[in-house]
């Protein structure tokens, strides 16, 4: 098969742990055995979040006082392309992946007028109790909404609209190469009459892996978190997981829009696109969410797939 697999930031890096690389390396090296393993059987492009990982430079951006401004969103962006994308390159070949891999810095083109520019709704960076990040959004100028039992940084997200490295991608598949793209969603780029810019912005990485998966055929889009499936009233006494779901179920329940929502809709829009099958589990259960048997299987109407 060919396989389109979203890494969240937050499986690289759980909810309360220290920004630590020899943490978030430690999580890697721990579920890349089952990623070598989907990606030894099947043409797999993984792309991976970068939420805490960007927010946290941004944050040392902002510090640094030898710069006269911190450095866009677009370019630190890039950076954790670099270094996240390393990451996995090297857990992957020592976790005996037979194929190259190969990280593409990759840009994502959006609309200028996209109204994600107006409203800030992606999370970045580390979660803090809602005195503290007032202060950091007081000094730095940011947005701060509550993540759960944390506080966080929000970010303008529009959608993606096109990948321009896509073809690229295309051509190392067909030569059995593991492709590791748009990390953090793709830098975010507006298209100009200068050519291509980059904007203050984080693209979302499952709205862009639903693209991907769309524009390249692929059969399956997997998105791995922190958490083992959807939870309907996630976080509430009554919450319960939902395993097997046709898309036409999904407007029963409401998601949080800077968490699960985007994971459902992009399930949603690849499952409409393509009649494929999308997955959405926990990175420790990679095997299994890719085999149907755990996390939640999203499926078309009239459809289903082997789920726990």
């Given at each position: 098969?060919?396989?389109?697999?979203?890494?969240?930031?937050?499986?690289?890096?759980?909810?309360?742990?220290?920004?630590?690389?020899?943490?978030q390396?430690?999580?890697?090296?721990?579920a890349?055995?089952?990623?070598?393993?989907?990606?030894?059987?099947?043409?797999?492009?993984?792309?991976?979040?970068?939420?805490?990982q960007?927010?946290?430079?941004?944050?040392?951006?902002?510090?640094?006082?030898?710069?006269s401004?911190?450095?866009?969103?677009?370019d630190?962006?890039?950076?954790t392309?670099?270094?996240?994308?390393?990451?996995?390159?090297?857990?992957?070949?020592?976790a005996?992946?037979?194929?190259?891999?190969?990280?593409?810095?990759?840009q994502?083109?959006?609309?200028?007028?996209?109204?994600?520019?107006?409203?800030?709704?992606?999370?970045?960076?580390?979660?803090?109790?809602?005195?503290?990040?007032?202060?950091?959004?007081?000094?730095?100028?940011?947005t701060?909404?509550?993540?759960?039992?944390?506080?966080?940084?929000?970010?303008?997200?529009?959608?993606?609209?096109?990948i321009?490295?896509?073809?690229?991608?295309?051509?190392?598949?067909?030569?059995?190469?593991?492709?590791?793209?748009?990390?953090g969603?793709?830098?975010p780029?507006?298209?100009?009459?200068?050519?291509?810019?980059?904007?203050?912005?984080?693209?979302?990485?499952?709205?862009?892996?639903?693209?991907?998966a769309?524009?390249l055929?692929?059969?399956?889009?997997?998105?791995?978190?922190?958490?083992?499936?959807?939870?309907?009233?996630?976080g509430?006494p009554g919450?319960?997981?939902?395993?097997a779901?046709?898309i036409?179920?999904?407007?029963?329940?409401?998601?949080?829009?800077?968490?699960?929502?985007?994971?459902?809709?992009?399930?949603?829009?690849?499952?409409?696109?393509?009649?494929?099958?999308?997955?959405?589990?926990?990175?420790?259960?990679?095997?299994?969410?890719?085999?149907?048997?755990?996390?939640?299987?999203?499926?078309e109407?009239?459809?289903r797939?082997?789920?726990?």
């Open positions: 098969m060919r396989i389109v697999i979203a890494l969240g930031g937050n499986a690289l890096l759980r909810r309360g742990e220290r920004p630590d690389a020899a943490i390396l430690a999580h890697l090296v721990s890349a055995p089952a990623l070598a393993k989907v990606a030894s059987e099947h043409d797999v492009v993984l792309v991976h979040g970068n939420g805490p960007v927010g946290l430079l941004a944050l040392e951006s902002s510090a640094d006082t030898t710069l401004r911190p450095y866009p969103l677009s630190l962006v890039a950076e392309q670099g270094i996240i994308g390393y990451w996995i390159q090297q857990a992957l070949a020592n005996g992946l037979p194929r190259p891999a190969v990280a593409l810095v990759t994502t083109v959006v609309d200028r007028d996209d109204p994600g520019f107006h409203e800030a709704t992606k999370f970045v960076g580390s979660g803090y109790d809602e005195a503290t990040a007032r202060e950091i959004a007081a000094q730095n100028g940011w701060v909404r509550q993540d759960g039992s944390t506080w966080r940084r929000v970010v303008p997200s529009p959608r993606p609209q096109r321009v490295e896509l073809d690229t991608a295309e051509l190392l598949l067909r030569n059995h190469t593991t492709v590791i793209l748009a990390g969603g793709g830098v780029v507006v298209d100009g009459p200068d050519g291509l810019t980059g904007v203050e912005a984080v693209v979302d990485k499952d709205y862009v892996a639903a693209l991907i769309t524009e055929h692929a059969d399956l889009l997997v998105m791995l978190t922190d958490v083992p499936a959807v939870y309907v009233d996630f509430t919450q319960r997981p939902l395993h779901v046709a036409t179920d999904l407007d029963k329940y409401a998601f949080p829009a800077g968490s699960m929502g985007p994971k459902v809709t992009a399930a949603r829009l690849f499952v409409e696109a393509t009649n494929g099958r999308a997955a959405i589990g926990s990175l420790d259960d990679a095997t299994a969410v890719v085999a149907g048997t755990a996390g939640t299987q999203i499926h109407a009239g459809r797939h082997t789920s726990n």
